[in-house]
């Protein structure tokens, strides 16, 4: 396990800055979902992955979106009309 840290100042509402190598890094995008977890007196933030990306392991390298999502849906409840 790597470990970088970085000091930042949070702001009057509660925003902080995630640098951006490590937003590249990581993958995030705007409009990206993070989970934020208290665990003690540490805050961990990870990136919210879909629920079908959770259920199956391996899709764990590939991004998987809303409209694959929908589309899904649609070729397993709407059948081959």
Do not use: C, Y
Request: aromatic residues 4%; proline residues 2%.
């Amino acid at each position: 396990m790597t470990e970088e840290s970085v000091l930042v100042k949070m702001s009057t509402n509660g925003q902080i800055i995630i640098p951006k190598k490590w937003r590249e890094a990581l993958g995030l995008n705007d409009n990206d979902l993070l989970e934020l977890a208290k665990i003690d007196d540490e805050i961990v933030i990870k990136k919210k992955k879909h629920p079908l990306e959770e259920i199956i392991g391996i899709f764990d390298d590939a991004d998987f979106t809303e409209e694959d999502h929908k589309a899904a849906q649609r070729s397993l409840f709407e059948g081959n009309k």
